[in-house]
């Protein structure tokens, strides 16, 4: 699913700025947020009742990578101080979202909101030395990070 993102959304970037010309950044923030609105209640809408469709389905999680891609079109400038706390709330929703989100979890759905909210504040927070980048630059968490995905994808074979 994120290959395709990043194979379409390119594309869709460039074809908005080259019919929108002088407005693009408005216009595909437009587009951006209407396919976020779009995926996210099919998301709601598929997961309620089948739970794999929801989580496997590239319609139902995008507007998970399109949260990132809006982030991207706006500039958030808030004090240091105020961006580190709002890195550490994104951190402790994450957290939040691993240490109690179980098998009977309705997921994706509305509740994927949780950790996509948690990780777009931690964006958010950006390099805030008050912010969960501290302790988010340590080697160890460095490390897990490089191979986390990786590890990820290993466990479907084996499954």
Known sequence: MEEQFYLVWPLLVWLIARLARG???LVLGIVCLVLLALSLAESIRVSYHDHGAGYFLPQTRVWELL????LSLVVIRLPKVLAGAIGWI???TIFYAALTF???TV???WLALVPVLGAAAVIIAGDSPWGP???LRQRPLQWLGLWSFSLYLLHFPMI
């Open 133 to 135: 980048q501290r302790v």
């Open 23 to 25: 407005r693009w950044k």
């Open 67 to 70: 949260v990132g891609a809006a």
């Open 102 to 104: 179980d098998e009977e």
């Open 90 to 92: 994104g951190l402790a």
């Open 107 to 109: 997921f994706p759905g």
